[in-house]
T-cell receptor, first 113, second 114 residues
């Protein structure tokens, strides 16, 4: 059974810093991995979707990498801003229908002005 | 596009009452998912529809929960009777390409059962 872990559970950094959020998964046989952002009281917004054949995806100040063999993904945020404060979740799709999508519990990020 | 629309956004009810949550997926998306989120358990898949047909309801906690999708633009999740342990945020999500594509979430329905 796939398990997805996100460490740390919470992170607070000063504005302007570059930072890395981590996601690890136990079964490397995955189809894709998604990073989501969740603001308080809101739904999840998809940030980046990496297919299993890809090594990374970029969108603006965000860069997500995938290393299937080691069961790891990172989300790099450049030049962080207070508006980046949110909870970031990763989700791994291992196939076999909708229950093959496994979410981590997220990293709660606070960017200090 | 307006995105996935859920109603109500907040619901407070008493134990034993019936609760109905509603979802309108993004037009053209063929897959719809209901999730439940709690602090303790994170996001849990309850049920998944593809082309309006329930494909996997193994995540539905018990017979008190039921879900329907009468057409491509509407789905309901019903809890009858509700219990305090059902208190959570319930999310609906849709996808244009089943389980392998990008998921689009609604803003959720926060349910409190007293």
């Amino acid at each position: 059974k796939q398990e997805v872990t996100q460490i740390p559970a919470a992170l607070s950094v000063p504005e302007g810093e570059n930072l890395v959020l981590n996601c690890s998964f136990t079964d490397s046989a995955i189809y894709n991995l998604q990073w989501f952002r969740q603001d308080p009281g809101k739904g999840l917004t998809s940030l980046l979707l990496i297919q299993s054949s890809q090594r990374e995806q970029t969108s603006g100040r965000l860069n997500a990498s995938l290393d299937k063999s080691s069961g790891r993904s990172t989300l790099y945020i450049a030049a962080s801003q207070p508006g980046d404060s949110a909870t970031y979740l990763c989700a791994v799709y291992s196939g076999g229908g909708a229950d093959g999508l496994t979410f981590g519990k997220g990293t709660h990020l606070i960017i200090q002005p | 596009d307006a995105g996935v629309i859920q109603s109500p956004r907040h619901e407070v009810t008493e134990m034993g009452q019936e609760v109905t949550l509603r979802c309108k997926p993004i037009s053209g998306h063929n897959s719809l998912f209901w999730y439940r989120q709690t602090m303790m358990r994170g996001l849990e898949l309850l049920i998944y529809f593809n082309n309006n047909v329930p494909i996997d309801d193994s995540g539905m906690p018990e017979d008190r929960f039921s879900a329907k999708m009468p057409n491509a633009s509407f789905s309901t999740l019903k809890i009858q009777p509700s219990e305090p342990r059902d208190s959570a945020v319930y999310f609906c999500a849709s996808s244009p390409s089943g389980t392998t594509g990008e998921l689009f979430f609604g803003e959720g329905s926060r349910l409190t059962v007293l």
